[in-house]
């Protein structure tokens, strides 16, 4: 099957007008004509062909790599329609991002097929993770022809969390390489613990473009201090985030909704809430909603360009009272605080998948992936939890439910 590059055909009537392409060609030589530094090579010459629809809502720059991005563009983690994909992308989405680890690889092969025809009207991001520098090539390879092209656009070290892997030598000499190849054009990370860490060795070192992070409305100090909401001010993962937009790293947004829960909407439904929170801190360049329908895809890019107001504080209040007290922040603030060993973040993580998401499937691999010692049977053994959470959740009995409910198949 023959594959499509960044360029490849667009689908009827969706293609860059006319008028516009010969300057697009003339941009593009003279990009090709000025030695790009190693690490966002061809980032220029790209960045125009994937400019956002019109009608598509509120863009933002995606740092300094030269690319415009719909402010809500599009988790497929969990989405198993390529039709709901292509109907994002017709909609205005401009960004989608996947993993080789997903659905046991068939998301990507999904995503494929979802942007057969359409391929040049997205920056399309993965991820690899950190292994010797032929294996992470051999990988990126293998997601290229999962998802049927001939370049990813952003290619994120996956799940990390320390400074030592933001400088890992074996993933800057592989990705180098995939640059230096035309297999890759920007480099990024993604971290789910210790974000603020992770966001700030990014901003330090320099070599990566873009950065994953979670975040949203109960990050940092919960709901009161999200209501208040005034991120000149902030401090945490907010304050890191706002820093490195500032500084010119592309900061991506993932599990804004806070897992999805379900309550009945106002004036702005409370994940569309839980959007225009997170964009307003000026730090953030685009957000991944998972989106698993057509009617998930409208109602998440209603809250293009909205702003918050009275309403969506209202609709965070009462959405934060649904959640209650059984979703974890992803602050990291307990990280190391089991005298047993339990990664207590990663367990609640795992259980949000189940209980926040629907998602049994991603939530029995997310939790198999635990070691043992880190997953949550120790909590059985426990009298009295030793884990002081900031929100307050009762950390002892979710990872007893957690281990209950997922370990069965563990």
Partial sequence: MEKEGRNGASGPGRG????RRSALRLLAAAAAAIAARPAVRGAETFAAAAAPSRGAGETRPLGRTGIAVSTVGMGAMITRESDVI??????GVNYVDTADCYMGGENERIVGRALK????????????HIAPVDRM?????KSLKSLNTD??????LHGIGTEGEVVNGYAREALRKLIDQGKVRVPGVTTHSGQETVVRAVMKHGFYKTVLVAYNFRSDAGLKAALRKVFAGATGLSAAIRD????????????TQAGGYTMERGALSPHQAALAW??????????????VSYAQVDENLSASGKRLGWGGKKALELYSRAIGDRHC????????????????????????????????????????????????LPCFSCGTCAVQCRLGLPVGRLARRAHGLLSRTA
Avoid at 244 to 255: C, F, S
Avoid at 282 to 290: E, H, K, L, Q, R
């Fill in 16 to 19: 860059i007008p006319i008028d």
């Fill in 151 to 156: 370049v990813i656009d952003i290619m994120q």
């Fill in 244 to 255: 490195a937009g500032a500084a010119g790293l592309g900061v991506i947004a993932m599990k």
């Fill in 329 to 376: 922040g992803l602050c990291g603030q307990c990280k190391g605080s089991c005298p047993s060993g339990v990664d207590v973040q990663d367990v609640l993580r795992s259980l949000a998948y189940y209980d926040g998401y629907g998602q049994a499937d991603l939530a029995n691999r997310s939790y198999r992936e635990l070691a043992d010692g880190r997953n949550a």
């Fill in 278 to 291: 997170v964009l307003e801190n000026p730090g953030v360049a685009t957000t991944i909603p998972s989106m």
């Fill in 117 to 128: 025809g359409i391929r040049n009207k997205v920056i399309l991001a993965s991820k690899v």
């Fill in 137 to 141: 090539i051999q990988s990126v390879e």
């Fill in 86 to 91: 292509r109907y994002a992308v017709d909609h």
